[in-house]
């Protein structure tokens, strides 16, 4: 396992690098359409069933895509 390693630390700290990058820049994109959609549901209540379907679809898709991957 050490030698594994030992040979391609290049490209696990680049794959690390990039794997880093795109989790924080997913959690980025998911704060700001979070806090979107609170603020329209915190000026027009009336909007929570929309919200709640649009956070409902979010979660849908993305289980299924991972379910997909496998």
């Not at 690390?16 to 959609?37: C, F, K, P």
């Not at 069933?49 to 679809?57: E, G, P, R, T, W």
């Amino acid at each position: 396992m050490t030698e594994f390693i030992a040979a391609r630390w290049q490209d696990i700290l680049f794959r690390s690098y990039q794997h880093t990058s795109l989790v924080i820049q997913s959690v980025t994109v998911a704060l700001i359409i979070a806090l979107a959609i609170a603020i329209f549901v915190a000026q027009r209540p009336r909007g929570a069933a929309l919200a709640n379907a649009l956070s409902s679809l979010g979660l849908t898709l993305t289980t299924l895509a991972y379910a997909h991957r496998r």
